[in-house]
C-alpha cells in the first residue's frame, strides 16, 4: 500500500528551488505584448478573439499554448489545468477522465464554467461538476482561462471566471500529425488530426482513442472484501470536423462537430463487481462572422450539445452471487440555442457591443430521479468601451446584462472593467461587477426522499455574487510580473439544509448572509537564458460562509505552481520540470465526521522530447508523472464496512509515479 504520508524535505527543496529559479509564474496576455497575442488572436472573428478583447480592459487571462500541452505529453485536459493555470485548484479525482474538484480563486466548483470553442459544456444538472472528464488533450490548440466574474458575455455559473477549451484551429497549407503512446498504468493512445484548405473550404478533422486499466484509487486496507472491482480504467474515442469558408474577406460562415463515447470505471471500495458510466457526446456549432463596414460587425451562433450518460453497476452478494442494482440507468441532458452580437463604433475611440442569448435545456436523470425538465433563459446585454484613441494609455468598458429564465428568478449583472498604462512598462488594471449563478436541474427538481433524501425547490433564487480584481503589473527585460488582489460576495448561496415534514428528508434552499472569498495573488514569468524559460505563481485566499471563522470545504488556502521550460533554439531537443504545490484543503464528510483535513502534497512531472528524422518530423516525448511518488488524497469521503456497517473514511488516491511514453509524426 502507498501510505499517505508527507514528504516536508523533498516538498520545500523543490519549492524553494522554483523561487531561486525565479520569482515565476504565468502573466496574463496584454495588449501590447504581441508575442502573446500572436499564440491567442488566430482569425478576425468577434468570437474567437472575445478572451484577447477583455484582456485588454482589465480582464487577467492566462493562455496554455497547445506546444506546452504536446510538449507536456498530457492525456486529459484536467490534467493540464492542474499543473499549467496559476490561481486554478484542480484535483482530478481519480486520473485521467474522471471527475475533478476545482476551485478558482477561492470559489467553489459550481461558480466557474466551462466552454469547448465558445460552446458551453457545464452539466446543468449538477454544475457542481467540472465537465473534463471526457476531454482528451491530444486535439487542443490552446486553453484561455479568465479570471473574475464574466458574467456580462459568458451568462450564469461565470461567477469566478471561464475556462475556453479551443480545438485545432484552420490552416492554410496542409498540416498533419499523427500519435501513439502508452504509460505504466496500462494505458494506451492513439490520435491524429490534419488541417489545410482546398479551394475557399478550410478544413480540419481530429481524432483520439483513449484505454486503461488505470490504478488502484484507493488504499488496499479500505477496501471491504465485497469491492471486488480494484482498478479504475476508462476507454474514450473522440473525433471532430471543424468547416470554415469565407464567402468574402468580410464574410465568414464556419461549423464544427465533435462526438465522444466510451464507458468510465465509477470508483467504489465496497459491493462493486462492475460499476461504469458510459458516455456519449455531442457538440456541434455553426456561426457567421460579418463585417459589414469599418464600423459595423455581426456575429450569430446556434449551438447544440447533447450528453447522454448510463449508469450500470453489479454488485457482489454475501454467501455468493452477484445483483444487478444499476441496469443502464440513463442520466443527461441536451443544451441548445442562439447567440448574436453586434460590433459598432459610432467615432474614433468608442466601441459598442449589443448582444442576445437564447438557452434551451433540458435534463433528466433516472438514478438521482430528476424527472424530465425543461429551462428556456433569454438574455440581452450590452457594453461600452473606451480605447486610447480616445483616453491615451486607457482601455475602459462598462456593461449590463439582463437575464429571465422560464424557472427561477430573472437576474441582472453589469460588469465595470479598464486598464491604464502608467508607462510602456508598468500597468495597473481592475475589474468591479457582479455576477450570478442559475440553480441546477438537481436543485430546481430533484425527487429521491428515498434514497438521498432530497426533493428539489422550483422557488429558488439565483445566487448572486459582486465581484471586484485589481492589479498592478510590468514587464522590462524579458520579465513580466502581477501582483493580484481580489474578493467575491455571495448572497442566496444555495443549499441543501431546508427541512421537510419527514426529518429524512431535506430541500434546497437560499441561506441568509454571504460566503466572502478574499485573497491575492503573485505571478511572473521570463527567461533564465536564452534557451530556459521560468513561470511560477502563489495564491492565498480565505472563503467563509458569514459568521464563521472556517474556510469553505473544497477550497484550498493556499496553492502554488511553477514550471521550468528548456527550449534550445535550433536544437531538436527539450524538457520541462513542472511542480504543484497544494496547502490545507477541507471535506465535509457525512456520517458523523464532520470536517476533515487533507491537501499539503506537492506533485512534480518532469517531461523530455526528443526530434528527429527529415525535418525533425519525427518526436519522441517523456513524462514522468507525479515523479516524487508523492501519496496524497485528491479528495475524502465515507464508505461503510461489510462486516458491521460502520462507517469509516475513504481516501480517493491521486496518480501514483507513471512514466508516459509517445511518438508521433508530423507532416
Do not use: C
Not at 144 to 158: I, P, R, S
Not at 647 to 666: D, F, I, M, Q, W
Amino acid at each position: 500500500m502507498r501510505a499517505l504520508t508527507s514528504r516536508a524535505p523533498l516538498r520545500a527543496l523543490i519549492l524553494a528551488s522554483s523561487a531561486m529559479a525565479a520569482t515565476l509564474a504565468v502573466h496574463p496576455a496584454r495588449a501590447a505584448d504581441a508575442t502573446q497575442l500572436s499564440e491567442i488572436v488566430v482569425t478576425g472573428d468577434l468570437e474567437q478573439t472575445l478572451p484577447a478583447e477583455l484582456s485588454r480592459y482589465g480582464n487577467r487571462l492566462d493562455v496554455v499554448s497547445g506546444r506546452a500541452i504536446r510538449e507536456g505529453g498530457f492525456v486529459d485536459v484536467g490534467e493540464v489545468l492542474q499543473m499549467r493555470v496559476p490561481g486554478l485548484y484542480l484535483a482530478p479525482q481519480s486520473g485521467p477522465f474522471s471527475y475533478n474538484l476545482a476551485s478558482l480563486q477561492g470559489s467553489r466548483p459550481g461558480e466557474i464554467l466551462y466552454l469547448v470553442d465558445g460552446v458551453r459544456i457545464s452539466n446543468r444538472l449538477y454544475d457542481t461538476t467540472p465537465p473534463l472528464d471526457t476531454i482528451p488533450a491530444h486535439f487542443v490548440e490552446r486553453i484561455e482561462v479568465l479570471d473574475g466574474g464574466q458574467g456580462l458575455f459568458f451568462g450564469t455559473q461565470a461567477v469566478a471566471g471561464v475556462v475556453n477549451i479551443v480545438t485545432r484551429d484552420f490552416t492554410d497549407t496542409p498540416r498533419g500529425r499523427l500519435e501513439i503512446g502508452g504509460d505504466t498504468n496500462d494505458s494506451f493512445t492513439a490520435s491524429g488530426d490534419l488541417s489545410g484548405a482546398i479551394g475557399g473550404h478550410k478544413l480540419v478533422a481530429f481524432a483520439s482513442y483513449d484505454e486503461a486499466r488505470g490504478f488502484q484509487p484507493f488504499p488496499d486496507d479500505e477496501y471491504q472484501p465485497s469491492g471486488t472491482d480494484r482498478h479504475r480504467g476508462y476507454r474514450l474515442a473522440s473525433g471532430g470536423l471543424k468547416y470554415a469558408y469565407d464567402f468574402s474577406p468580410d464574410l465568414r460562415f464556419s461549423a464544427s462537430y465533435i462526438h465522444t463515447e466510451g464507458f468510465v470505471d465509477f470508483s467504489r471500495p465496497t459491493d462493486a463487481q462492475r460499476a461504469v458510466n458510459r458516455r456519449d457526446e455531442d457538440i456541434a456549432m455553426g456561426k457567421l462572422d460579418w463585417t459589414l463596414s469599418d464600423r459595423l460587425q455581426v456575429f450569430l451562433k446556434a449551438y447544440y450539445h447533447n450528453w447522454d450518460s448510463h449508469y450500470d453497476e453489479v454488485d457482489n452478494v454475501a454467501g455468493g452471487g452477484t445483483a444487478h442494482v444499476d441496469d443502464n440507468e440513463f442520466w443527461g441532458f441536451w443544451d441548445y440555442g442562439l447567440n448574436a452580437v453586434a460590433e459598432y463604433k459610432p467615432m474614433a475611440g468608442v466601441e459598442t457591443y449589443l448582444g442576445y442569448d437564447l438557452q434551451r435545456y433540458w435534463g433528466r436523470d433516472d438514478v438521482l430521479i430528476i424527472a424530465q425538465q425543461k429551462e428556456v433563459t433569454q438574455a440581452v446585454f450590452a457594453q461600452l468601451r473606451l480605447t486610447p484613441d480616445l483616453l491615451p494609455r486607457t482601455h475602459l468598458a462598462l456593461g449590463v446584462r439582463y437575464n429571465d429564465p422560464d424557472e427561477g428568478e430573472a437576474a441582472t449583472v453589469w460588469n465595470a472593467s479598464g486598464q491604464y498604462d502608467l508607462t510602456d512598462n508598468l500597468f495597473v488594471r481592475a475589474t468591479l461587477g457582479t455576477s450570478f449563478r442559475l440553480p441546477d436541474a438537481e436543485e430546481l427538481f430533484a425527487n429521491d426522499p428515498l434514497n438521498n433524501g432530497e426533493v428539489g425547490n422550483a422557488n429558488l433564487r439565483p445566487e448572486k455574487s459582486r465581484n471586484l480584481n485589481a492589479s498592478v503589473g510590468g514587464q522590462g527585460g524579458g520579465w513580466r510580473w502581477e501582483l493580484i488582489g481580489f474578493a467575491r460576495d455571495t448572497r442566496d448561496l444555495i443549499d441543501l439544509s431546508g427541512e421537510t415534514p419527514d426529518p429524512d428528508v431535506f430541500t434546497f434552499i437560499n441561506l441568509p448572509g454571504t460566503v466572502r472569498a478574499r485573497g491575492f495573488e503573485a505571478t511572473a514569468t521570463g527567461d533564465l537564458t536564452p534557451s530556459v524559460s521560468a513561470q511560477a505563481s502563489y495564491t492565498h485566499v480565505s472563503t467563509r460562509q458569514s459568521g464563521s471563522s472556517l474556510q469553505l470545504a473544497g477550497v484550498p488556502k493556499d496553492i502554488a505552481q511553477g514550471v521550468i521550460d528548456v527550449h534550445p533554439a535550433g536544437r531538436g531537443f527539450g524538457g520541462s520540470l513542472s511542480a504543484n504545490w497544494v496547502g490545507s484543503v477541507v471535506d465535509n464528510v457525512s456520517s458523523g465526521f464532520g470536517r476533515v483535513e487533507h491537501g499539503h502534497y506537492t506533485v512534480v512531472d518532469l517531461a523530455a522530447w526528443v526530434a528527429f528524422g527529415p525535418a525533425d518530423r519525427h518526436r519522441l516525448t517523456l513524462r514522468l508523472e507525479n515523479a516524487l511518488d508523492e501519496a496524497y488524497a485528491s479528495h475524502v469521503s465515507r464508505a461503510f464496512r461489510d462486516a458491521d456497517g460502520s462507517p469509516y473514511l475513504l481516501h480517493y488516491l491521486g496518480v501514483p509515479r507513471t512514466l508516459h511514453v509517445a511518438y508521433s509524426y508530423a507532416f
